[in-house]
C-alpha cells in the first residue's frame, strides 16, 4: 500500500497552483462548462459562478448566479421588483446586520455584519485549514461559525470571538473550556440531511488528530446517536439549556433542528426553553455523509418549513423575541434573501463555503473509492490531500464571495425599495412564483 | 389461533379459556417465544459483477497536451520526482502502466479535478450509455442505485446533499416524516436493530367471539408470518425464465418471503414450496392438490366461481390479483365480500392506474375503502408497480399496503438489460447475464433485500415507529410536497396548488 505523506512546499505549489488557475480559467469562461459539472441543485453555473465571486468579489456576467434548476423552492422564486425608476441608490448604507439575541436578556447582544453565519462542519469531516479560513472569514464579517460536533481545534482559539461550540449527541469533543470560550452554543439536536439517524464518520476519517480530539481510538467509526438520550421533553431540553447557561452564562443558545411535520411546535418548545436561536436545518442540506435516502426523503424542504415557523412564533406572539436562522439547501444571495422574505431572520451556510473553494458535488466527501476523502482538499483530513486548501488563499476567497453576496444582497433590497434587510422579513408579498409552463 | 399445549408445541385453541388458564398459556407461550427467538438478519455480502453497468464518465485525455505538460514538468521540476508523478487523481484513473495515455474511466467518480486542473487537454463526459438505461419512469438514476445496493448490499451512503428534483411526480412527491425526539428504543446506536419488518399475510375477523362457556366461535385469524414486507412478484414480460424462477425460490427461502409464479411454470419445474405463491387462471377442483405445500395461492383476476372452486378445494390461503383498471373498488369489495385473503393490487409498472392516477393514490382509496367497509384487518394488501427504489417501499406501506411486490427491480438486481418501454407488465424485455450463476444471482437479490430492508429501518428509525406493521396506512407519518406548497406559498402571487401556473 503506498504510503501517504505531506507533500512538500513544491508539490503544494505546484498542486494549488493548477488547480486555483484551472478553477479560474473555467469560471471566467475560457473553456467550455465541464459537461459533467452540476445537478439540479446546484447547476454547473451556480458552481461556477461561486467560483467567480471567490475569485473575484463581483456579480459574473453571462452566468445564472441566482437558482438552480430543481423546479421548485427558491428555483421557482422570484422576487417582484419595483420598476427601475424607484429604485434605491446601490449604497453600503443599506443595512444588512443580523440581531442574533432578541430575547433582550442579560447575555451578549450580538449581531453579524452580514444575514448569515457559518454551519457546523466538524474537524473531522473537514480539515482544520478548512475550519480557520471560515473562522477568519466570519471574524472578518463579525460573523460566526460552527466548529459542528467534532471538538475544537486549537488554533481556532485565534478566532474565539467568531467560533460557536456545538453540542451534538455524541457530545464528542464538548469541553468545559471551549464551551466557556463560545459567544454562542449551539445544540444541535437533527441535521436536515440525516434528520433522525445521528451522525457517523467513517473510520477512515478518524485519524489519530481526529481521534484524540474527540476522545475515541483513531480509526475507529464514531456514531453520534439519535436523539439526545436525555432528552424526552421541554423541560429535558431546557435543562441541557439550564447547563450551558451555568458554564458559561454570557453565551447565547442556539438550538438547530430538522423540519418534521411539527416543526413548529418543536420551535415554540425551544423557544420556551430559553433558545436565542432556532436554527432550522432542511432536508435538501449538505453533509459529510448520509444514507441517500434519508437526503431525498426524510423531512421537508427548507423553503416549506420557514413559513410554517415563521407564522406559528407570530401567532404564539413570541416572533420578535427570537432569531430564526435556515439552512439546508440556501446556496446563493438570492436564496437567503428568499428565505428571510419567507419568515427566517437569517441563514446557515455551509456548502456554499465549500463550493467556494472549489467544490463540485461530486458527493465523494464520505471517502469514496480512494477512503482518502475529498480530492479537492475539502472535505478530508487526509495528511496530502487537505494541503491542497491553504488557509490564506481559502480566507480570501470565502471573504470576496461574501462580499459579492452582500453586494447582491443589497442590489435585491434597493430594487424592493427597502433600506435594510430586516424590513424584508415575512413579506411574501414582495415574491412571485414562477409557475410551470404547460406540458412542463 | 396459536395457543401452546404445554408440550413446547402449538395446536389451535379448544377448551374453555378461563383467567387462570390464560395466564398460564401466556406464560408459557412467551417462555417459548424467547427460547426460539433470534434476530432476523439477512447476511449479505459484496459480489463481483458479472455484467458490470457502463460506468458513469468518460475521460477523454488529449495526448498532445499530456505529453507537452509532461516535458514542462520535466524541465521544471526535473530532480524533483514527488512533483512530476503527482497526478490529479486519487481514484488511480491515471495511475495504469502508461498513466494519462491509457485512462481507466471505470475507476472516474467524477470529481472533475483532472479537468479544471488541465481544461486544455483533459475533459469528463457522463456516459450516455448510462444515461440510455431504462425508461422514463425507471431511469438510469433507479437502477444504478439498484446495481450498487445488489451488488453490496449496504445502505448507499454519500457525501454532499441532494442533488435531484424538488419533490417531483409520484412517489417524489411524497416525504416521509421524522420524530426530534422519540426513538424505538434508547438502547442501540439508533435503536434500528430493535425494529421489526416481519409482516402477516392472511385474514383476521375484526373481532373474536366466544359462547357462553368461554369457547372462540366463529372465524380465528388465519395468516402466516414472513419476515420482510415485500415479496417477489410474478417476472414481467419475457422474463420468467426457469432459472429466475429457481432463483427466486431459493432466495425466498433465505430470507423468509414469497415469490409469485405462473402456476404452470411452479409445476413445470417442480418449484412447489411453501414460499411459492402459485398464481392460476382457471383452476379445476384438483388444481389446489398440485401445490400441497402452497401457503397462499392466488388467482390471477377475481371470478367468483373460480374462487370458491380454489377456495373449497385448498387449506391455502387464496389470495386474488386485481388491476387498478375501471370498476377495481367492486371488485376488490366482491372478493373481499367472499373471503379471499389476499388482494394483490396491481397498477402498470409505472405506476399508473387505468384511469392515469398514481399508486399511492389509489392504493389510498383501496385502504380507506375497506377501513370505511370495516374489514380492513380481514385481509391482506398486496401491491405492484411502480415500486423501483428503496423509498418506494416505505411510501407504498404508509399508502395502505401490508406488503410490496417487486417485479422490474428484480431484472436490473440481476444486472440484466432491458429493452425498449418499461410501463406494460406484458411489455417487457429484458436479457439476464449470460454469466448470471445460481448461486451469484441469489446473493444479489439477497443484498437487494438487505439493503432495502435496512433503509426501510433507517425511515422508520427516523419516525420512531417500532414496527413496520405500524407503518401501514399511517398518512399522518407522510407529507406531501404539494400540500406543504399550499400552506408555504399560499397568497404568493402567482402561485397555485399544485405548481402550475
Ligand atoms: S468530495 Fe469534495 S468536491 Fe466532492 S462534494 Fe465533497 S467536498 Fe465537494
Ligand atoms: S474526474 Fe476525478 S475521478 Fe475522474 S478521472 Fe478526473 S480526477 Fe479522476
Redesign the interface.
Known sequence: MMTIVK??Q??IE??TG??QD??N??AFG??GI????G????TDELILSTWYMAETGKIPDGLNYKTGK????F???DF?FLPESEWLRHSEEIGTTLDLNRRGDAKRKLTCDIPWYGGGMSYGSVSVNVMMSRARNSARWNSFMSTGEGGYPAPLMECKENVITQVATGYFGVEEETIQAAPIVEFK??QG?K????G?LLAAKAGEEVAKLRGSVPFVSL?S?????S???VEDHSKHLDWIETVNPTAILSVK??T??DVDM?AVGSFYAGAHIIHLDG???????????????????I??????VHKFLQAEGVRDRVTLIAS??VRTADDIAKAIA?GADGCVLG?TDLVGL?????????G???G?G???GL?TTDVE?QEWVQPDWAEERLHNLYSAMQYRIRDILRKLGLSDVSELRGR??L????????GE | MLESTGEGTTTAAAGVLTLEKFGAESALIGREMADQYHRYNIDTEEVDDVDPLPHRFLVEVGKVGLAKFILSEVFHYGLKPDVILSRPCTYGVFSGPVGGFLPRPKLCVGCLRCTVQHPDFVKVLPNPDLLALGDKYTTHGHITAIDEESKKGMVPVRGQGYRGRFGGPGFDGMLTDMSEIVRPSRDGIHGRELIGTSVDIGTKPMHLSFDSDGNIVGKTPDMFTIKVPFVFDIPPGDLGTQRLAEVLNSTCKRIDTLACMNASDVLDWGLDAPHIVPVVSSPSPETAASFPKARLIELDAWNKQAFELLRSSTEALVGVRINFTDGWQETMMKAVNNRADVIHLNADLHGRGGDGRFVSDLLKEAHMLLIEKGCRDMVTLIGAGGIVSADHLPKAIISGLDAVALDLPVLFALQGRSHGSLQTRDGVKGTLPRKMTNDWAEQRLTNLCGSWRDQLLEILGAMGIREVRRLRGEFGRSMIVTHLEDEAFEGIEGYVSGGAA
Not at chain 1, 34 to 37: G, H, K, N
Not at chain 1, 303 to 308: M, V
Not at chain 1, 358 to 366: D, H, I, L
Open positions: 507533500p512538500s513544491t508539490l505546484k498542486t493548477l488547480m484551472g478553477m480559467a473555467v475560457e473553456y465541464p459537461e459533467a459539472l445537478d439540479a441543485r446546484w430543481s423546479d421548485g423552492g428555483d421557482r422564486l417582484k439536536y437533527a440531511a434528520p433522525g439517524l445521528g457517523h456514531f446517536p439519535f436523539p439526545f438520550h432528552t424526552y421533553s433542528v430538522s418534521p411535520h418543536v432536508s435538501y442540506g449538505g453533509t459529510g455523509a448520509a444514507p441517500e435516502i434519508a437526503k431525498k426523503n426524510i423531512a421537508m424542504p423553503e416549506l418549513a420557514i413559513p410554517k439546508g439547501g419567507l456548502t472549489g467544490c463540485t458535488r461530486c458527493s465523494n466527501c464520505e469514496g473509492p480512494s482518502r475529498c480530492p479537492w472535505t490531500l411574501t408579498d415574491l412571485s412564483y414562477i409557475g410551470k409552463e404547460a
